[in-house]
């Protein structure tokens, strides 16, 4: 919020002459508090661009909303390549994908540290299943094993069981 304030004040508050106003939302991680706070956004604040949400979760479901509404929508951080198939032409993902990420962090895992078999551990929802899925695809194009992959739930602090189920 702050980096966004900054930013804005630096540039005089406006856009091609337009005053820019930030209206800041708090979704909880949840995807559907994140549509009632993007229906909120754009059907009583009337904006013109949602930036966000920063859950990977809730990204999907606030862009099913957004393309509907027609309302123009930049997710903050990589975010899952489905959601440019809701069509529309109103959503942009300018730090790219999920699956452009993992895939790079695959091909460096056999190139670079050499590694040839590996335990995938895979954060239990779309953003986790195409990053992690995508680092597995592009370790096995290069030759690569996977011999074991854990599905993780969201939210998981405690790690034991899995490191004990390792194979």
Known sequence: KAALEYRIEQFGGQVAGRKLELIIEDDATNPTVSVDKA??????DKVDVVLGP???AAAPAVSNFLTASKTV????????????????????????THKNLGY??????????GYRTATAAVEDFVAGQEFVGSAIDAFQSKGGKVIQTQPIKPGTLDFSPNIAAMK
């Open 54 to 56: 920063v859950h990977g």
């Open 39 to 44: 229906r909120k956004l754009v059907e009583q």
């Open 104 to 113: 790079h962090i695959g091909l460096y895992a056999y190139d670079k540290l």
């Open 73 to 96: 929508h930049f997710p903050f951080q990589p975010k899952s390549i489905r959601i440019l198939g809701f069509g529309g032409g109103n959503i942009f993902l300018p730090l790219g």
